[in-house]
Nanobody, 115 residues
Framework: QVQLVESGGGVVQSGGSLRLSCAASGFAFGAFGMSWYRQAPGKERELVAVITRISSTNYADSVKGRFTISRDDARNRVYLQMNSLKPEDTAVYYC?????????WGQGTQVTVSF
């Protein structure tokens, strides 16, 4: 069965860093692109970063230069390195896989950036 499990969230001060991890199983991880989304209270879920199966990347304008998405196909992992965090980055962060028309989501991990 397809499973995505996020970890690495927590509370950090403004300007600090966190690294999120997503453990994937149940599908051919290396054959698919992966994404990170986030959802803040009262807002729609938004796309944060995308990485293709060949490790090309794209980022939301709000995180460019601060966040880095990467993948480790040997471990079926996708990561989101978050630097220079701002309070507006506070949200639940979700790992996502598009499996040929079937979307898979993790349970989410909370990131809270304090002043």
């Amino acid at each position: 069965q397809v499973q995505l499990v996020e970890s690495g969230g927590g509370v950090v001060q403004s300007g600090g860093s966190l690294r999120l991890s997503c453990a994937a199983s149940g599908f051919a991880f290396g054959a698919f692109g992966m994404s990170w989304y986030r959802q803040a209270p009262g807002k729609e879920r938004e796309l944060v970063a995308v990485i293709t199966r060949i490790s090309s990347t794209n980022y939301a304008d709000s995180v460019k230069g601060r966040f880095t998405i990467s993948r480790d196909d040997a471990r079926n992992r996708v990561y989101l390195q978050m630097n220079s965090l701002k309070p507006e980055d506070t949200a639940v962060y979700y790992c996502h896989a598009d499996l040929a028309g079937l979307s898979a989501w993790g349970q989410g991990t909370q990131v809270t950036v304090s002043f």
